[in-house]
């Protein structure tokens, strides 16, 4: 399966809801009787998703107006989802877009594909993605090796999303939290990150780099030496806990 078809398959119930010539043709939510969207400026909006429905785990939308546009049509539109299958990382990107009576259109620079959205007269917004492109913008800050890699990932779907919190209240998805060793062999940012960290410790002599080699090994086995951790060379979750706390302190933290 494709990765396209994979985020098609992310398609959720949206009762008599269909696409036609215009976005969604539905009793809650026809273009030309849906409520002016601008009137929802920092509303936070969110769903969340099964692993069977598709890819997409956690996907929230919220938009605000540009301050200096008099007309008050431009807007920006702030776009965040997590994935199934993909921990710790955030993917998405900031729009601008336009705002026309009850919908938003966002047309992303560099064929980065389509997002229209509507207000629904029950206060659901619909979003219609089609080839739209999202990157990682939120990675996590810990040894952790990044799974995959989000350059040209797209989605193609529809998505009904309700109200969270109060507006101007905080946005964003919390992905699906798992703990990645390190080991010989790993070729990531990652291990640059632990690298740095080793040779501030002194335990890691020489330029830091993407490659877990034998010297990052052996730069991994003297540090669990000296703080009484099993010598294994691999950065476990104990391992990558005691190098953040060591240096932590080393930089003088708290």
Known sequence: MTRISMMKSALIPLATAV????????????????????????????ASYSR??????????????????ENGTNTFVDFQLSQWDVPNDVYGFTANCTADGGEIVCGIECDGGRLRLQ?????????????????LTRGPDT??????????????????????GKPGEACEVSPQQ???????????PRVKILETKLNSLGHFLQFPNMVFDKTTTKAVE???GQYNIPVTGVVDRRTAETIESAALISAGGC
């Open 178 to 188: 798992t703990f990645v060793a390190l080991q010989a062999g790993d070729l990531s």
């Open 19 to 46: 696409m036609t010539g215009s976005l969604f043709c539905s009793g809650t939510a026809l273009a030309g009787d849906a409520p002016g969207i601008m009137a929802k400026t920092g509303q936070c909006y969110g």
């Open 222 to 224: 003297s540090f669990q």
């Open 52 to 69: 069977k429905d598709g890819p997409v785990k956690d996907l929230r939308i919220s938009f605000r107006r540009s301050v200096s546009d």
């Open 143 to 164: 040894l952790l090796p990044p799974v995959m890699d989000a350059d040209g990932l797209t989605l193609s779907s529809i998505y009904a999303l309700t109200p969270i």
């Open 119 to 135: 207000m629904a007269k029950d206060g659901r917004l619909f979003a219609e993605a089609v080839g739209l492109r999202y990157d």
